[in-house]
């Protein structure tokens, strides 16, 4: 039995089970999932034996544990966290994913939603877009099966910042600025995310 995070929708008053659930992405072309840890940036992360690994949350507000291994044919997708073996958690992460390998053709993993992949794009205009990009990533929500990984932040989180703030972080009051307004569309044009009790 685990604990989750005192900021997740659990409480910590009673024990949660987390599960490790597993689901094989098939792939047309090979993805080097070992040479792209070696190459990632936040929030993709580096992990052990040559895997890859991201912190991703739910429609719930849970936060889970992601990683990818290479395997002939595709890529294996473990999932870590509450409910992970359950079709209603794993289908729509896999998806999310499946999404994000599409783009290493174009010479880096994706992001595993269009708000991460305009973001991306913003800061590729910051003047140190690798600092940037972890800079930013310390805004998200830790991952209670590995806490020093965090979620890529939302449009609400990103708002929730003060400019001032976010441009110390990303180096570029302009970037900062630009940043707040895609927040903005995006928070006007999406679903509410969940809320954090």
């Known amino acids: 039995m685990h604990y989750d995070d005192p900021d997740s929708l659990e409480s910590t008053s009673r024990a949660v089970q987390r599960e490790t659930g597993t689901i094989f992405l098939p792939h047309r072309r090979r993805i080097p999932v070992a040479a792209l840890a070696r190459t990632c940036g ?5 992990w052990p034996r040559g895997a890859l690994a991201r912190a991703e949350r739910t429609a719930d507000g849970r936060v889970h544990l992601l990683v ?11 999932v870590r966290g509450v409910r992970a073996a359950e079709a209603e958690v794993l289908a729509p992460l896999a998806a999310r994913v499946r999404r994000a390998l599409d783009a290493v053709a174009h010479g880096r993993i994706g992001g595993t939603s269009p708000f991460e992949d305009a973001v991306g794009g913003v800061l590729d205009d910051a003047p140190d877009p690798p600092g940037a990009r972890r800079r930013l990533a310390r805004l998200g929500t830790p991952c209670p099966a590995a806490p020093r990984l965090r979620t890529m932040p939302g449009p609400l989180e990103i708002l929730a910042c003060s400019r001032a703030a976010l441009a110390r972080a990303l180096g570029s009051t302009a970037i900062a600025a630009r940043l707040q307004a895609l927040a903005r569309a995006f928070a006007a044009i999406t ?5 954090r009790s």
């Open 42 to 46: 936040a929030p993709w992360h580096p």
């Open 68 to 78: 990818l291994r290479a395997r002939p044919g595709g890529v294996a997708l473990a």
């Open 191 to 195: 679903p509410c995310e969940p809320i």
